[in-house]
């Protein structure tokens, strides 16, 4: 029987290869045919795809206005600190960071971090610290080892674009948990806990909030940490705008207030120290419990392996730029996004059909359409592209953080210029705003 399957299989091998005509095969490899991956089709930035599909023609009368780009130095208004420029000069000059680094960063240069961050309730030291090229590849790097393809990860809404970015690209779903602006943009714990199931790896929370401005209490913090610790959930804490909250807020990193729950914390310099651009940025791994253990850890220095870590010279300046760089720079930056966003506030919430929500903190404010009073538009992306068009302004239509007919401006724009911005929002507002025909029915009575 034993020789009978032998033969069988000598057969069919035989017959196999007698039935692939050698000329095709050949003539199918010297055929070109060069396809994008099946990742590169997927991968899909929200803002992007909305923005490149508006019709975006200013008045050639009026000089454009861009509310909508999230680089605080675009304008030239916020330059960095002189400490800060000093450090990496001499990083430059010293000629000790030309070459390649350990690819999740300098021992020294990790060092220097954790005891920047480190407190009596979530202690850090260098092992704890994995630097990334900006926050955006701390948070690549932090789906990337929580979740397999068919996974879901649960984010804001409204929230940062890129979570949805990354985690298609790697065919992980998304599902999204309301935050509600009648409560300063709170998240809504109860609609929260109910997307949970038995495929979701990772919940992200990000506070301060883009595009929100929000910045969550202890008490509410307090309140997302059981429902992660219920469901045992680790957290992606996306805390890039810590620390840059207004006077009378304060800003409360989540892992100090955890006792169980084990959380990577994505940070950088882009926007605290107002460089962007220099791509700087780290993952604190809080793991007291030793839930995330050894596999996490390795997982994520295998990740780093991919690009081999991040700017050498930026490292060379970390001890200085984090340890010498002035108090005063710090709240003269705070202070000036304060002034503007209480500015645009006041000028819009007296603007009829129009509802901002007063920010915490972070560069931002969101503004709620009435669209009912505003029928020549369909939708806050038409709202905005007509804004263009009539005003010269950009604000970024919120369909792009997933939440139709509100709008994100950026605060960070000279005040002069964001005074004239809400100046010419107003004078669009009145042109198409129209009372809703039981409005008119009350005040002819």
Known sequence: ALLALLRTDRVLAVRTHVNVDPAKLKS???????????????????????????????????????????????????????????????AIDSHKYNGYAPSVGY??????????YSCPEAPLDGKDVILTSGCSQAIELAISVLCNPGDNILV????????????????????????????????????????IDDKTACLIVNNPSNPCGSVFSREHLHKILSVASRNCIPILADEIYGDM??????????APLSSDVPILSCGGLAKRWLVPGWRMGWILIHDRNDIFGTAIREGLVKLSQRILGPCTVVQGALESIL????????????????????ICYSELSTVPGLNP????????????????????????????ERLVTEQSVF???????????????????????????????????????????????????
Not at 40 to 67: C, H, Q
Not at 246 to 254: A, H, N, S, T, V
Not at 362 to 384: C, K, L, R, S, W
Request: contains cysteine; negative net charge.
């Open 323 to 342: 340890n010498d760089t002035p108090p005063e720079f710090y709240q003269g930056t705070i202070s000036f996004l304060k002034s503007n966003s209480e």
């Open 107 to 116: 021992q020294k240069s990790r060092e220097v971090v954790a005891d920047f």
């Open 357 to 384: 929500v007063m920010p915490s903190g972070a560069m931002y404010i969101m503004v709620g359409i009435e669209m009912e009073h505003f029928p020549d538009f369909q939708n806050d992306v038409e709202f905005t």
């Open 395 to 445: 604000c970024l239509p919120a369909t792009a953080f997933e939440y139709p007919n509100f709008f994100r401006i950026v605060v960070t724009v000279p005040e002069e210029m964001m005074i004239e911005a809400c100046i010419r929002i107003r004078e669009f507002c009145a042109r198409h705003y129209r009372p809703r025909s039981q409005d008119s029915h009350e005040l002819d009575q």
């Open 156 to 195: 804001p809404r409204p929230g940062f674009s890129l979570y949805k970015t990354l985690a298609v690209s790697m065919g992980i779903q998304v599902k999204h948990y309301n935050l509600l602006p009648e409560k300063s943009w709170e998240i809504d714990l109860q609609h929260l806990e109910s997307l």
């Open 28 to 90: 199918l490899r010297q055929r070109w045919s060069v396809k994008p991956s099946e990742m590169s089709k997927k991968t899909l930035n929200p803002i992007r795809a909305i923005v490149d599909g508006m019709k975006l023609t200013p008045n050639p009368e009026k000089p454009m206005i861009a509310l909508s780009i999230g680089d605080p130095t675009v304008f030239g208004n916020l330059p960095t600190d002189d400490t800060v420029l000093q450090a990496m000069k001499e």
């Open 245 to 254: 909250v207004f006077p009378g807020c304060d800003f409360q990193p989540l």
